[in-house]
């Protein structure tokens, strides 16, 4: 069996290595399924409570998010800015809007129609496919 750290560069030797599940206090998924990787999140004010305060501790990856969506950001980018797996990112930012730190807007097109497609722009797709 390989330990997990097997397989990295002696570059990264001064990196620390944590666990996903230790960034998330043990958490594999997130809580919330409305979280799609276009969803934009957004800061909602500079204010930021301590770490280690509130009903869960803050790592330093929330402050890091809350810094990113100063303007808004797609789950997709925040998680590569974090270079952190989507669905860690996912529970993270579920936190954040938690303790009303960020807010989430659905993306436009899901938004509109009780949350399906406008299917006018689905055929405007299709048809061009169709003539590629």
């Known amino acids: ?5 097997e397989g990295f560069d002696d570059d990264d030797a001064d990196e620390t290595l944590v666990r996903p599940y230790t960034i998330t206090g043990g958490r594999t998924a997130p809580e919330r399924d409305d979280l799609a990787l276009i969803t934009l999140v957004t800061t909602v004010s500079d204010a930021f409570p301590e770490p280690g305060r509130g009903p869960r501790r803050l790592q330093p990856e ?4 809350a810094v990113l969506c100063r303007r808004p950001m797609a789950v997709a980018e925040v998680a590569a800015a974090l270079d952190l797996p989507v669905s860690v990112t996912k529970i993270l930012i ?17 938004a509109h129609a009780n949350g399906l497609p406008d ?14």
Not at 62 to 65: A, D, S
């Open 1 to 5: 069996m390989k330990h997990w750290t």
């Open 119 to 132: 299917m006018e722009i689905l055929k405007a797709v299709r048809d061009g496919l169709r003539e590629l």
């Open 94 to 110: 579920g936190d954040l809007i938690e303790t009303g730190q960020l807010r989430a807007r659905p993306p436009m097109a899901f």
């Open 62 to 65: 929330h402050r890091r998010i």
